[in-house]
């Protein structure tokens, strides 16, 4: 129909004999086009599409005319025709272990801040701290064409990380690689763990039992080493019974707190893998009537939000999450667009607050 499309009569018409001009007005769901672009803007439709996927350069006059031209007529790109000329989706996947976790929801939030303004989208999938289920996740995203992946505290092998890599660039969290497709960024954790651990010491305690995290996980190794190296140095031997295994997650916090105290192994303190953990050992510790820190004293690692907040507020060892989200982001793209870079990693500190006391 003709009220359907914009029509201009560069010929007189006749309508009862009469002759007019006639312009139909665009209806507002006309997909504006490339040449639509071109034409607004005075250049030629290729310069318009070298713009859009930057294979080539622009004169800064043209790309000026083309802005324009693209914000007056609203012009939106069609994403899939540009993924064809340029082989990029202008889409990044990220795994999380846990969506509903704190500690990956400020990751994410630090994706989204350093990816806002890029054209790039996410797609968002959970490894649940199961390899099998990251790699099948993995497979997932990148039959999906994404341009690049991160994967928050991976729990794939260095190998299989270096098996995605040649297929699609990737940067991950909780441990430390460089090689050209697959960097990993990461805080020292058996330094910082070393410091907890070191600090509890100097507060006169030598009885110090630990929660660990997942122990497949090399942070968790890591933070498992530093604690006993912490000990070692000070001339005190690690005793087994001290050490239960979590999951990084409040209910495994509870279940390895009940754990240490039915072993009936006497401790004063006690170094927590993450604060999510020491959330739910501090439930346990409060069923049982036991008072932090008067009786036992606690450190936690990560410095979650709610850490600040709890009864007492927790010491703890802060890692800079959302940093580490947008660090992650910053580095896929620099790995993107091909451009040198520097790895940097993330750095920890002790939050000293109201959950360790002397003795």
């Given at each position: ?19 007019r001009n006639m312009t139909l007005e665009q209806p507002d ?153 697959a960097i990993g960024l990461a805080v020292d954790n058996e ?92 439930l346990a510790l409060y069923r049982r009537g036991i008072r ?68």
């Amino acid at each position: 129909m003709l009220s359907s499309a914009l029509l201009r009569c560069t010929n007189p018409c006749r309508n009862n004999g009469k002759q007019r001009n006639m312009t139909l007005e665009q209806p507002d769901n006309y997909n504006v086009t490339v040449q639509d672009v071109a034409r607004e803007a005075g250049v030629s439709a290729s310069t318009v599409s070298r713009y859009l996927t930057g294979v080539t350069a622009v004169s800064t006059t043209k790309q000026e005319a083309i802005t324009r031209a693209i914000e007056k007529l609203n012009f939106k790109p069609n994403v899939l025709a540009q993924s064809l000329k340029t082989g990029s989706t202008k889409t990044i996947g990220i795994v999380t272990q846990d969506i509903s976790s704190p500690f990956f929801g400020e990751e994410l939030k630090g994706v989204e801040h350093a990816i806002s303004g890029t054209g790039y989208a996410l797609l968002i999938v959970s490894g649940h701290w199961q390899e099998r289920e990251e790699q099948d996740h993995v497979e997932l995203l990148i039959a999906r064409r994404v341009d690049g992946i991160i994967i928050f505290m991976a729990t794939s092998t260095d190998k299989q990380l270096q098996s995605i890599a040649r297929q699609v660039p990737v940067v991950f969290t909780g441990r430390r690689m460089e090689s050209p497709r697959a960097i990993g960024l990461a805080v020292d954790n058996e330094a910082a763990a070393y410091q907890a651990t070191q600090y509890l010491i100097s507060q006169g305690h030598k009885r110090i039992a630990h929660i660990a995290g997942r122990l497949a996980q090399p942070d968790s190794e890591a933070r498992l080493q530093g604690y006993r190296r912490a000990l070692l140095d000070a001339g005190l031997e690690p005793d087994p019974r001290l050490v239960a295994v979590g999951d990084f997650t409040e209910a495994g916090g509870v279940m390895a707190m009940t754990q240490l105290l039915e072993s009936r192994a006497p401790f004063s303190a006690l170094f927590v893998a993450n604060d999510q953990s020491a959330l739910g050992a501090r439930l346990a510790l409060y069923r049982r009537g036991i008072r932090v820190p008067e009786e036992v004293s606690m450190i936690g690692f990560d410095d979650l939000a709610v850490s600040n907040y709890m009864l007492p507020p927790l010491t703890t060892i802060r890692q800079p999450t959302f940093d580490m989200g947008k660090t992650a982001t910053e580095t896929l793209l620099n790995m993107l667009t091909n451009q040198a870079q520097t790895v940097t990693h993330p750095q920890f500190e002790l939050v000293v607050r109201e959950s360790v006391r002397r003795v």
